[in-house]
């Protein structure tokens, strides 16, 4: 049944706009009626999980004052240690004894520990590691584990990073003693000698890890709800399933636990369920969360259920009989407009709507008259844009091919062959090869940003050949950008300027200088030199385009500035400033293409 239900539904005739708006609208209600009892239905829900958070909350203040009251006298049992006479001397760098002379120290501190052992039988152990090399602990004979260095343990490592301050560590085994392997949580400090600063050694207690699984377990937070433990870098100290949790069989919202206040809590719903998390500090480092199920506090939602369906129903019967009459009289100046636009697809542009009704459909209407003259005025300017982007292309052909640039470069291959420079004929008929080839790239209107470079590259390599110490150049081209592609010929045609009108007629040697860097999503180019320059008045003519540039030589740098445009918009472009007698500066931008 739900199968022909669905055949239904997805063979409908949805492109009726008359259907669609029927079922908008039918949703619509439907959804309005739906929010009201949802509504009566949160607050419901609401009063109950504010009353039971409340309770939690107390629960798990009355939690965390168990465990505080319990590390706080494990605290105890570590000052109890610093101030021992016969563990500071024992442990003492300075105390020269020998072994048979260190015996009665340990068994008084051994009798001391083992004291509080039998008065306390949560505690796993009570161990000192000298730095003097001496260990004692709550046995007659401290036999450590032969496999194992104490000084490699986080519990001792953390310890001396303190500075004497106490440290509990996560959950671990505790198997620094032969024959021992104890699932502990140790509570550490560094010992310090009679003058209060000089470190003499570790102090470690080991707390059975069952004496938080009993206090934790105790607390009932419905049929699914349990407390667990995590301390300040998300260790789990506690989890009643916390081997699912090491086998990653089961997950928990540690990094929300983690920045939640103290005495605050938060909702997760997801596969699991809903469920609500109470977070409390324990002032140690320790956060105790206590996880209910939204499930177990509120018990009545099936009758409240109910009652929203009852309500859905009776919009759907409502919602249909509106909506027919609200969408057989929207569609009809609709229907109208459709016609009109048939007219537009067929080729009509010269087609005008005219609708009566006086609301948003016949804004539509006038929308579709500007759409129309726009498309018009789109396909006149689209014609005109490729006309222009033709011409571009053609001096561009001219550039990558230039007649008077070549006529130069094979008459100065010519005159070094008389005068049998037979190297430097060589290098030049090798760059202007390799100039060339990374101009006339394939039949693309990108290249790469390296291919580019490797253009100018050997250009100025020949025209330094050329003008010898009259120029030289710079490149400050950082190698993350050569992947990125521009338009071809993007720099030559302001470099020829650089050359023929900056520093050609120079008395003194030329520099040009080629930069690139990236500013977020743009490309800047900057060519500068310390030719000439220019007038104000000679800048602004070159600028707006009053006056040729380059023309002998290449194409302008009008004409470059204008493929730019073309192909980018008119975002991006040239600009160029000039100081008479000091250079000009040229910067092109262009969007990063990768």
């Known amino acids: 049944m739900l199968r022909d239900l669905f055949r239904i539904f997805t063979t409908w005739k949805w492109k009726s706009l008359t259907t669609s708006l029927l079922v908008a609208f039918s949703g619509l209600i439907l959804i309005v009626i739906a929010i009201i009892s949802l509504n009566n239905y949160r607050l419901t829900v609401d009063a109950a999980e504010q009353n039971s958070q409340v309770y939690i909350q107390e629960i798990m203040r009355q939690v965390n004052t168990n465990i505080q009251s319990y590390i706080d006298n494990m605290e105890n049992i570590s ?26 120290y340990e068994k008084r501190i051994s009798d001391l520990f083992q004291n509080i ?12 590691f000298g730095y003097n090399g001496r260990t004692v602990s709550d046995r007659r004979i401290t036999a450590l584990n032969p496999n194992i260095d104490p000084k ?7 310890a001396q990073k303190m500075n004497g301050k106490s440290i509990v560590s996560p959950p671990h085994i505790q198997n620094v003693i032969r024959g021992e392997y104890r699932w502990v949580i140790s509570l550490s400090r560094e010992l310090k ?3 209060g600063i000089t470190p003499e050694g570790i102090f470690v207690v080991d707390l059975n890890l069952s004496v938080i699984d009993e206090m934790c377990s ?4 419905g049929k699914k709800g349990y407390v667990f433990i995590v301390d300040g870098t998300g260790n789990i100290i506690y ?14 919202e540690i990094p929300q636990v983690l920045s939640t206040s103290s005495g605050q809590s938060f909702t997760v719903d997801d596969t699991k369920g809903k469920r609500i998390y109470s977070v409390q500090d324990t002032g140690l480092g320790w956060k ?13 939602k099936s009758s409240i259920q109910h009652s929203i369906l009852l309500y859905a129903l009776l919009g759907i019967g409502i919602s249909i009989v509106i909506s027919l009459l609200l969408s057989l009289h929207l569609t009809k100046p609709i229907k109208r407009l459709q016609r009109d636009m048939k007219q537009v697809e067929l080729g009509n542009f010269h087609i005008q709507t005219s609708l009566e009704e006086d609301n948003e459909i016949n804004q539509l209407g006038q929308s ?12 006149d300017e689209t014609v005109q844009n490729s006309e222009q982007k033709r011409k571009a292309e053609l001096l561009l052909l001219h550039a990558q091919i230039n007649p008077h640039f070549l006529y130069n470069t094979l008459d100065s291959i010519i005159w070094m062959a008389e005068q049998e420079k037979h190297e430097e004929v060589v290098d030049m008929t090798s760059a202007l090869a390799k100039m060339f080839r990374a101009s006339i790239t394939r039949d693309q209107e990108l290249v790469s940003i390296r291919v580019e470079i490797e253009h100018i590259r050997q250009y100025l390599f020949i025209q330094k050949m050329r003008y010898r110490e009259q120029l030289d150049y710079v490149f400050d081209i950082p190698s993350h950008i050569l992947h990125y592609k521009t338009v071809k010929i993007l720099l030559q045609p302001f470099i020829e300027n650089a050359i023929y009108h900056g520093i050609r007629s120079k008395t003194t040697p030329g520099i040009i200088y080629i930069s690139a860097w990236q500013e977020d999503e743009q490309l800047i180019f900057e060519v500068r030199d310390n030719g000439l320059g220019m007038s104000a008045e000679r800048l602004a003519e070159v600028t707006q385009g009053t006056v040729a540039t380059n023309t002998q030589h290449g194409i302008g740098i009008g004409n470059v500035n204008e493929r730019i445009q073309l192909y980018f918009g008119t975002t991006y472009g040239m600009t160029m400033t000039s100081v008479l007698g000091e250079g000009t500066i040229v910067t092109i931008r262009v969007p990063v293409i990768l």
């Open 79 to 104: 000052l109890l240690a610093l101030t021992n006479k016969d563990v500071t001397y024992y442990i003492s760098s300075n105390s020269f004894i020998s072994k048979s002379d260190s015996r009665p």
């Open 117 to 128: 052992l039998y008065s306390r039988n949560d505690i796993a152990s009570i161990m000192v």
């Open 152 to 158: 490699q343990q986080s519990w001792y490592i953390d």
């Open 193 to 195: 000698s009679n003058d």
């Open 218 to 221: 105790q607390i009932y937070l």
């Open 239 to 252: 989890h009643p399933q916390q081997q699912l949790l090491y086998s990653s069989l089961a997950t928990e």
């Open 288 to 300: 105790i969360v206590g996880v209910t199920y939204s499930d177990d506090l509120i018990a009545n």
């Open 368 to 379: 579709f008259n500007v759409m129309v003259n726009e498309i018009k005025h789109l396909m």
